[in-house]
């Protein structure tokens, strides 16, 4: 089964505040990838994270992986109405030889003028 | 370049009645994987094909089966529809190995009545 906690699981926030979630899990991670869902869409890659420590932006976006590699992070700065949505994390056992992704549960974003 | 597509958006079936959600990806991806979403539960893995010619069980496949007609399809099968299969269904399709991320169809919501 799943084995992220991802974190908080909703966030009402106002436009322009700066949004925070993160995702940690139960076993050691080589991979992180943090992805956004917009209503009535599939997932779409927003940022990957490949090395412990390694910190990645896109834009407004900041993601983390976790010098444990258990977590990451994603940070959204100044938020304007078209970040609501859900926003995923996903990594990849280091014993997991195939490669296979994990989800979290999701966070939903929800921005107010 | 379409990406993941999937067919159809929209289905409402009848408990016991069959169907098949179809998927095709036009990026020469070797793995494909067909994923449920349901309200606070992120998503599951239903089954997933590494590659042309296998298909493995995900975490929740039962009351589905799957067949990978060649490398660009992925089809997933209800035999019996019941009401708890009612969720949206993603396809998504990767190449194989640590570095990659998945890329996701637009989904197919599915109502079982």
């Known amino acids: 089964g799943q084995q992220l906690n991802q974190s908080p699981q909703s966030m009402f926030i106002q436009e322009g505040e700066d949004v925070s979630m993160n995702c940690t899990s139960s076993s050691i991670f080589n991979t992180w990838l943090w992805y956004k869902q917009d209503p009535g869409e599939g997932p779409v890659l927003l940022i990957a994270l490949y090395k412990a420590g390694e910190l990645t932006s896109n834009g407004r976006l900041t993601a983390q992986f976790g010098i444990t590699r258990k977590d990451s992070f994603l940070n959204i700065s100044a938020s304007i109405p078209s970040d609501v949505g859900i926003y995923f994390c996903?990594?990849?056992?280091?014993?997991?030889?195939?490669?296979?992704?994990?989800f979290g549960a999701g966070t939903q974003v929800v921005v107010t003028p | 370049n379409a990406g993941v597509t999937q067919t159809p958006k929209f289905q409402v079936l009848k408990t016991g009645q069959s169907m098949t959600l179809q998927c095709a990806q036009d990026?020469?991806?070797?793995?494909m994987y067909w994923y449920r979403q349901d309200p606070g539960m992120g998503l599951r893995l239903i089954y997933y094909s590494a590659s042309e010619g296998t298909t493995d069980k995900g975490e929740v496949p039962n009351g589905y089966n799957v067949s990978r007609l060649n490398k660009r399809e992925f089809s997933l099968r209800l035999e019996s529809a019941a009401p708890s299969q009612t969720s949206v269904y993603f396809c998504?399709?990767?190449?194989?190995?640590?570095?990659?991320?998945?890329?996701f169809g637009s989904g197919t919501r599915l109502t079982v009545v």
């Open positions: 996903a990594g990849r056992e280091t014993t997991d030889s195939w490669g296979k992704l994990q």
């Open positions: 990026m020469n991806h070797n793995s």
């Open positions: 998504a399709s990767s190449e194989l190995g640590n570095n990659y991320g998945y890329t």
